[in-house]
């Protein structure tokens, strides 16, 4: 105890040394970087160019705003770095039955009238045989997004058009790329080299130093594993043990896979529900991502490969194939989901998919790196201390509560469908359920209640759009709503429903907003293979 | 009743505060939507000498019921409460303030508490509630009445110091004047169906009223939930030394404190709600240490004045294992039993309200709105528990009680809680939580615990910024108070009928 007062007596600087870069390990460096006293805390991080990071071309969520303004990033510039587009929702097509598409929105459904929550409104009309639109139409974001229109959100609270919020599509590759340059610039140190062997303390159990192929030894205090699914430090040194979600989670691999850019440029991630999981497609200014999540379990690689370049009709690169252009070979990813049942032990803290891994889905996985970083610094130990296991626990703590938010979500994509007969969906839809979710399915099944949590995802009216978008139908709705004319509430519906369409025609074209705001916008010459 | 039949009829049964409060937030709410709510209403428990304290969000939720504040505190001779003092009678503590408002103001994106944590090692000589905008205020007799200058500094809040029995009546009169069918009652009993349900409850053996949903507000009775459903209560006792209170009566202030004072000494606390009309004052002891001739002496000491209408009652803090069983619901003391400290018994009615509300059945199905109901009240109840724990836990007054209730075992969130501020002055973040992260700051650092570090972050901020920043607020502050009303003058200008 006792702190390190400043002036002559201060501690020699807190060593913290990354193993592995990448998003994870240069969202950590930058952050820390950023936020704690460059005198107080040496940040080192040690890659190696030989070790491919996943880095797909990735969709994020609106925080991602938070964590680039704490950086001081330049918006647009940052935009032009890393190919990035808008991104206002999600897609997602064929999950509850082949056909079907309904968007999740980074945005409010309709307008809590007399204080009762929008659905219920909106189920009272539809249970009363009353004229109304899809839910869907009553989000300004989902409109936007399906005429593929953009502009940043107004800031007038009272505006329609400030109703909802936005994140970005990004190479994740030129991302961490373009924190790696802005880390050092700022005395991050980058050692290029890989990790092999681990010298512990002789008593605890903590990371002394690390040794590096070249022969470089590397001492630290704490040590933040982005080493990605192999957990080089938490895993296979602290031994946390892992706990695995492949029951509810059933995918196991993914096909990676860019496409040329072509037609309009959407606002949203697009994921389509398949035979034996799902396919994403996220936009980029310079090209389309595309990838086959899938179970092993369901389906071989091959068929997965071939499912994906067909669904595609992506040829070979250079080809003559119809679809977009393939700009490289079908790229293979295997993982676990699941996730370590410690982030933190001893003085090993495990970021991004060091920690655990829950398939894109919901565009998560950046997510959790901004949280854990925010959480790791706030507990992080003073220079001259040690981790505090107090600390430790909070952080754990925080960090189980992330992953089963998470997982929940998840889940309710795959359990609410109706694509009978389909070996993957019918395991899913009838596999027994995490306690928690149950319990809101029910919920909401009897009188449309939606969670409406004060920390971590999701917002309430992103339950409210995969709900429904799965196809769970409420039995009931808030008698409160009642209280209201019915007449008086099929006009508002009407008004409503004019107001977000008229706003919306009025925006600019998503396309045209990236080109006049950070415009690299023509596609760029193929570089990288990296997807 | 077919079990898709919406419900149509909901028998409140109870007493006092707990009923009148349901009574008119239910049938405010529901009426209109064709739910005709009942009242049946048992003999009072009520002593004269009780003074209610509230806390902030009952201001709002009076709105919604249409009573408006000055009528409020007029009739019930009530006043301001802008948090509580908390003073040590032996002198060896210092004494602290919980206010309801914002402490300091956030520092180049920082919190404020860690920079303050760090500049009070660094030798400040400023308490954590000087940089409080409400309890400097209310401290100096004033009112803090927000504007946009206030808003932009933070959050500043009140309660009420309400005569029970006046407030009461007030509730009454306004659900008479809704048309609400009343009956008085001695003694109810139920009717049960086959499946346990209760079809009617039977008033002093006569008259019997049917209902879909029956609504427990009869207090620590517990007449419906407990005494006829036999749901028995999960026992806090193991986490509280408090057993018993006296309730009496002060004198009023020449001049009305707008705040409660709770008053700490080698037996227990004494705590003083001043209103317009005399003091209510609350002592708190454990019979197994002092008895009650002992427990009134000490109050009147605590007070330093004599004391009228003292009455004793035990406590039995406890949450209901099922707070809704069945088509019964209790709500206020039938659901949980809290201890006295922080005066939290309307607040966890109204708590207890809100979500009956937001989660009202809409048929006779509602398996899946009662176990949320459970889930979720329960948790709320648990985080008002644990804030009153602390105040135990890791207070440093001498005294045998004192010392009995820092040995008593912790709630495991609680412990938590501790232990992370214990290491890094941080509040660690829950759910379904009453108290704000500054009010869980206040008393863990009134108390006197001091955090072995400070979030790092803090120490990018170059130290005369922070100089700067604290100086700002400490003025404006000042500046703030010295504009304010006295509490006095407000009340009374509030107050003039017409």
């Known amino acids: 105890m006792g702190e390190a007062i400043r002036g002559h007596n201060r501690s020699a600087p807190f060593r913290v040394v990354i193993v592995g870069g990448g998003t994870a390990g240069w969202m950590s460096a930058a952050a820390i970087r950023r936020r704690l006293n460059p005198e107080d805390y040496a940040v080192t991080l040690i890659e190696s160019d030989d070790i491919g990071t996943v880095g797909v071309g990735e969709a994020t969520l609106p925080h991602i705003k938070i964590f680039n303004d704490m950086l001081g990033l330049d918006e647009a510039q940052f935009m032009r770095e890393t190919r990035a587009t808008f991104k206002i929702g999600i897609q997602f097509c064929d999950w509850d039955l082949p056909g079907d598409c309904y968007i999740h929105p980074f945005g409010a459904f309709g307008e809590p009238w007399g204080g009762v929550e929008f659905q219920h409104h909106w189920l009272r009309a539809l249970q009363a045989g009353r004229r109304r639109n899809s839910l869907q139409d009553y989000s300004y974001a989902v409109v936007a997004a399906r005429d593929n229109a953009f502009e940043f959100p107004n800031e007038d609270r009272n505006s329609i058009r400030s109703t909802y919020a936005y994140a970005y599509h990004f190479d994740a590759g030129l991302y961490a790329a373009y924190l790696r340059r802005w880390a050092i610039e700022r005395g991050v140190r980058r050692i290029e080299g890989q990790v092999c062997d681990i010298k512990r303390h002789a008593a605890g159990g903590d990371v002394q130093e690390l040794t590096l192929k070249s022969g470089e030894r590397i001492e630290g205090d704490l040590f933040i594993d982005c080493s990605g699914f192999r957990s080089l430090l938490l895993g296979g040194v602290m031994g946390a043990a892992w706990r695995d979600w492949t029951h509810w989670l059933p995918c196991d691999r993914a096909f990676a896979l860019p496409t040329q850019r072509a037609g309009a440029l959407t606002p949203y991630t697009r994921a389509t529900a398949r035979r034996a999981g799902w396919m994403w497609r996220i936009p980029l200014q310079h090209r389309t991502g595309n990838g086959y999540v899938f179970s092993s379990r369901f389906i071989d690689e091959d068929d997965a490969r071939n499912e994906l370049v067909t669904a595609l009709g992506a040829g070979a690169p250079g080809g003559t194939a119809p679809g977009a252009a393939a700009q490289a070979e079908p790229r293979l990813l295997r993982f676990s989901p699941g996730r370590r049942e410690q982030a933190w032990r001893g003085n090993c803290v495990a970021i991004g998919l060091a920690s655990g891994f829950l398939e894109p889905l919901e565009s998560t996985s950046i997510y959790l790196i901004q949280a854990a970083v925010t959480d790791l610094i706030n507990l992080m130990p003073k220079p001259g201390a040690v981790a505090d296991p107090r600390l430790m626990n909070e952080f754990n703590r925080l960090n189980d509560m992330q992953y089963e938010r998470i997982r929940d979500f998840l889940v309710l994509h795959y359990m609410a469908n109706r694509r009978v007969g389909e070996p993957l969906w019918d395991y899913v839809r009838s596999m027994p359920l995490p306690d928690s979710l149950a319990h809101k399915l029910a919920l909401f099944r009897a009188r449309a209640s939606l969670p409406n949590y004060q920390y971590g995802l999701f917002a309430r009216d992103s339950w409210l759009s995969v709900l429904m978008g799965q196809g769970i139908r409420p039995q009931g709705y808030d008698r409160l709503a009642d209280a209201f004319p019915m007449d008086t509430l099929e006009e508002r519906l009407a008004e409503l429903r004019n107001r977000i369409q008229t706003n919306v025609n009025a925006m600019t074209s998503h396309g045209e907003f990236i080109a006049n705001f950070c415009g690299a916008a023509e596609a760029m010459p193929a570089e990288e293979v990296a997807v | ?498």
Request: charged share 20%; net charge negative.
């Open chain 2, 1 to 498: 009743m077919s079990a898709n039949a919406p419900l149509s009829r909901v028998v409140v049964v109870g007493r006092d505060a707990d009923l009148w409060l349901s009574v008119n937030a239910l049938s405010g709410a529901l009426t209109c939507v064709g739910v005709q709510v009942v009242a049946v209403e048992l003999p009072t428990r009520l002593k004269a000498s009780l003074v209610s304290a509230t806390l902030p969000p009952l201001e709002a939720f009076h709105t919604k019921l249409g009573l408006k504040e000055s009528t409020l505190l007029r009739v019930t001779a009530g006043s301001f409460s802008f948090g509580q003092n908390v003073v040590d009678l032996s002198g060896n503590v210092p004494n602290f303030f919980h206010a309801w408002g914002a402490y300091g103001a956030p520092i180049e994106g920082s919190a404020f508490f860690p920079c303050w944590l760090k500049a009070r090692r660094l030798g400040l000589n400023r308490s954590f509630q000087h940089f409080c905008l409400t309890a400097i205020a209310s401290q100096n007799g004033r009112m803090l009445l927000p504007d946009e200058a206030t808003a932009a500094l933070g959050r500043t809040d009140y309660g009420y110091h309400l005569h029970t029995m006046a407030y009461v009546a007030y509730l009454k009169s306004i659900a008479v004047s809704l048309g609400i069918r009343l009956y008085e009652a001695q003694h109810v009993g139920v009717e049960r169906r086959d499946d346990g349900s209760i079809s009617a409850v039977s008033i002093d053996g006569s008259v019997s009223l049917e209902g879909d949903l029956f609504v427990d507000a009869s207090g620590e009775d517990a007449v419906l939930i407990g005494r006829s459903l036999g749901v028995a209560s999960d026992d806090w006792r193991p986490h509280f030394k408090v057993d018993r209170v006296m309730s009496a009566s002060a004198p009023a202030f020449t001049s009305i404190p707008p705040f409660a004072e709770i008053r700490t000494a080698r037996a227990g606390w004494t705590a003083l709600h001043p209103s317009q009309a005399a003091t209510g004052v609350v002592h708190a002891f454990s019979s197994g240490l002092v008895n009650d001739v002992a427990a009134l002496e000490s109050a009147t000491a605590a007070c330093g004045v004599k004391l009228a209408d003292a009455s004793f009652h035990s406590v039995n803090p406890g949450v209901r294992a099922q707070i809704w069983e069945g088509n019964c619901v209790a709500l206020g003391g039938s659901a949980c039993v809290f201890d006295p400290i922080f005066d939290v018994e309307i607040h966890s009615l109204q708590l207890g309200l809100v979500h009956l509300l937001a989660l009202f059945p809409v048929s006779a199905r509602f398996t899946a709105e009662r176990a949320e109901y459970n889930r979720i009240m329960r948790s709320y109840y648990e985080r008002i528990r644990d804030f009153q724990c602390a105040f135990y836990a890791l207070s440093p007054v001498e005294g045998n009680f004192w010392e009995k209730a820092r040995g008593l075992s912790l709630p495991a969130a609680l412990a938590h809680k501790i232990a992370t501020f214990r290491a890094r002055g941080e509040i660690a973040p829950m759910e379904d939580e009453t108290f704000l992260p500054e009010s869980w700051q206040a008393i863990f650092t009134g108390l006197g615990v001091v955090p072995d570090s400070w979030s790092p972050a803090t120490d990018r901020i170059p130290s005369n910024r922070v100089d700067e920043e604290f100086r700002r607020i400490l003025e404006f502050i000042k500046k703030k108070v010295l504009e304010q009303p006295t509490h006095d003058k407000y009340l009374e200008s509030l107050c003039r009928p017409g």
